[in-house]
Nanobody, 122 residues
C-alpha cells in the first residue's frame, strides 16, 4: 500500500513561514515526480508546485513563485515545501501527490495524501 502523510501545517501570521513535509511509505519515490496542490474553501483544487524524480526540474504556480520552494530527499522518501512570506490567500488544505511524470494537473498524479491545513491570518 502506498501512503503519503503530510505534516507541518498550522496557523501562521501573514509574512511568516511554514515548512510542510510529506513522507511516503510503500513505494520508493526515486522514480516518481512529486507535487503539492492546495484547495481553499469554496475553490477548486489548484496546482502549487512539482519536482522531477531527481530534483532536476521544478515548476511553480505564478501565485507562489519566489515565495515557495519545493525540495525532495529520496533517501528519506520525502518531499518538502518551504513557504515564506505567507499571505492570507495561501490559506488552504495542502496535498502531497506522487505520479509517474511531471505535470501540473491533478490527473497527472496517482497517489495523494490526506492533506494538511495551512491557515494564514492577517
Amino acid at each position: 500500500q502506498v501512503q503519503l502523510v503530510e505534516s507541518g501545517g498550522g496557523l501562521v501570521q501573514a509574512g511568516g513561514s511554514l515548512r510542510l513535509s510529506c513522507a511516503v511509505s510503500g513505494r520508493a519515490v526515486s522514480n516518481y515526480a512529486m507535487a503539492w496542490f492546495r484547495q481553499a474553501p469554496g475553490k477548486e483544487r489548484e496546482f502549487v508546485t512539482t519536482i522531477s524524480w531527481n530534483g532536476g526540474r521544478t515548476d511553480y504556480a505564478l501565485s507562489v513563485k519566489g515565495r515557495f520552494t519545493i525540495s525532495r530527499d529520496n533517501a528519506k522518501n520525502a518531499v518538502y515545501l518551504q513557504m515564506n512570506s505567507l499571505k492570507p490567500e495561501d490559506t488552504a488544505v495542502y496535498y502531497c501527490a506522487l505520479g509517474p511524470l511531471l505535470g501540473m494537473t491533478s490527473r497527472d498524479y496517482n497517489y495523494w495524501g490526506q492533506g494538511t491545513q495551512v491557515t494564514v491570518s492577517s
